[in-house]
């Protein structure tokens, strides 16, 4: 049956988020795609409308300072968008000494990864319990699963955003909402003359596609939500880790984090 409200993807025009836009468009959702820069959100929801028959909605928004969240929330239900699936996938990462990374940059970090997704999430959750169909899927990443030394900030967010998305999805589960925590470990981008990827050739293994994650992602949320993490090596070393005493695995990881 084909879903008559919105899945809305943050961080849309690139990467995991453009990824999972086609993958809704598959599935014949209509699509809020939010991203900073209009040039390529807007080139592909051109592309999404051109290949498939559902509404897209492009939204410029900058989610990395407060507020924003709730300002996205606001807008779509003054223009009567209904989100069924909430997808809060834009983030990323800061890497580097905590004390020499810019202050400023690390809480705009924070605010991406966590604070726009409470926002999001608080904003659009009384419309979106009056859907039949309603599902978040949150992606957090591996290294929420311990202290990294050198990406310590990054770290920090998504070990709050793998929490906070576990312990929605027990709060929501009675209300119908399935949820998701998504766990990615590296995820491979294409390699191109601009942008060649030597780390994946070497480090082949521990990389998974975007449409990998995807797939993985779908299958959890049709089983009626839980924790993905894709990849065997992923699973082994968070599995693995588990064995360690808690206090020597940040000094391990602080050797591998600054080779
Ligand atoms: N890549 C990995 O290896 C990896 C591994 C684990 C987890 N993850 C997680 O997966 C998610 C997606 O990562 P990715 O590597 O696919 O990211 P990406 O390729 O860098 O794409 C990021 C997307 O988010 C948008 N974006 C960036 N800053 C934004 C802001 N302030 N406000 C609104 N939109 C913003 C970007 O568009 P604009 O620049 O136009 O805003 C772009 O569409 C992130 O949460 C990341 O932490 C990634």
């Excluded at 040039?39 to 300072?65: G, K, N, W, Y």
């Excluded at 690390?106 to 997704?117: R, S």
């Excluded at 904003?123 to 310590?152: C, D, Y």
């Amino acid at each position: 049956m084909k879903p008559d409200g919105y899945a809305l993807v943050t961080g849309a025009s690139r990467g995991l988020g453009m990824a999972y836009a086609r993958e809704l468009a598959e599935r014949r959702y209509n699509l809020v795609l939010v991203a900073r820069h209009a040039e390529p959100l807007q080139t592909f929801a051109e592309e999404l409308r051109r290949s498939h028959p559902v509404s897209v909605i492009a939204i410029e928004a900058d989610l990395s300072s407060p507020g924003a969240g709730r300002s996205l929330a606001e807008q779509l239900l003054r223009n009567g968008i209904a989100v069924e699936l909430l997808v809060n996938n834009a983030g990323f990462g800061l890497r580097g000494e905590f004390r020499r990374l810019s202050l400023s940059r690390q809480l705009e970090m924070l605010c991406l990864n966590n604070q726009a997704v409470v926002e999001l999430t608080y904003g659009l959750l009384p419309a979106l319990l009056e859907r039949k169909q309603k599902g978040i899927i949150n992606i957090s990443s591996t290294a929420g699963f311990q202290p990294i030394p050198f990406a310590s900030a990054y770290a920090a967010t998504k070990a709050f955003l793998t929490t906070f998305s576990l312990a929605l999805e027990q709060e929501l589960h009675a209300a119908g909402v399935t949820v998701v925590t998504v766990c990615p470990g590296r995820i491979s981008k294409k390699e191109t003359p601009d942008s060649p990827q030597p780390a994946q050739k070497k480090w082949g293994a521990i990389y998974q596609s975007p449409e990998d994650v995807v797939r993985d992602t779908f299958r959890v949320l049709a089983k009626g939500g839980g924790l993905v993490v894709p990849g065997a090596l992923n699973k082994f070393s968070i599995f693995a880790q588990r064995l360690i005493p808690r206090k020597v695995v940040p000094r391990l990881v602080a050797k591998m984090s600054k080779a």
